[in-house]
């Protein structure tokens, strides 16, 4: 792995091995405000990995979820490129943080899973997001039966971008894209590719339009 100093200052590592935790969603928020409040330009990276163990919901509560999954939620709408890096199996709170960011880089060896509570698979967001990612045979079956998905199978459906045995050259290529781009024009950007899901042509058109004013009315003032 690349140190912090090599990808920018906002990082964040999360062990998907344990329960969500208040201390887990305060990083994720603390992390949240120091991007909206410090940075226009750059890169927010996140390092997760491993998967819930049995029995790991006994003392969560659909209060703390319900902060978990808005934290997570504040995180993939920020104004910053956001990519995630995973190694090992990768479920629970690493996965919901994977499958949120802008880009998804995992270590060869990886695997994502859909932890099981009790006598089904976990139903949290996680479930949203592999579904708008796109549903595939193997998708499904970690959905529901919470059968895990290897790297490569990951990738060719497009639940991973990249799969490598170091991730330092492409975390060094990202950051110095990621580096000339204004954060703000990523989110708008982000928010048409989501809207573009749910709304019919005619009714996306506009803020594609306005979009595109906006970025000509730009590139005049410069």
């Known amino acids: 792995m690349v140190t912090a100093a090599g990808i920018g200052d906002l990082v964040l590592r999360v062990d998907g091995s344990e329960p969500v935790s208040p201390a887990t969603v305060e990083a994720v928020l603390d992390l949240c405000d120091r991007a909206e409040d410090g940075y226009t330009h750059g890169l927010l990276t996140v390092f997760v990995s491993g998967a819930p163990r049995p029995g790991w919901t006994t003392d969560v509560s659909v209060g703390l979820i319900t902060k978990w999954e808005r934290a997570v939620h504040r995180l993939e709408r920020l104004g910053l490129v956001t990519v995630a890096v995973t190694e090992g199996p990768c479920g629970g709170t690493a996965l919901d943080l994977l499958l949120a960011a802008d880009i998804r880089i995992a270590v060869a060896g990886t695997r994502l899973v859909v932890p099981v509570s009790g006598d089904a698979t976990w139903p949290g967001m ?29 990738a060719a459906g497009g639940l991973l971008d990249v799969v490598v045995d170091r991730t330092d050259d492409i975390l060094a290529e990202v950051a110095a894209v990621a580096a000339g781009l204004s954060g703000r024009e990523v989110a708008i950007r982000r928010q048409l590719m989501f809207d573009a899901g749910e709304r019919s042509f005619e009714e996306a058109l506009g803020s594609h339009l306005a979009a595109c004013d906006r970025t000509l009315r730009r590139a005049a003032a410069s």
């Open 126 to 154: 996680a479930l949203y997001r592999l579904s708008r990612l796109g549903v595939t045979a193997g998708m499904r079956r970690a959905a529901l039966l919470g059968t895990a998905i290897d790297a490569e199978r990951a």
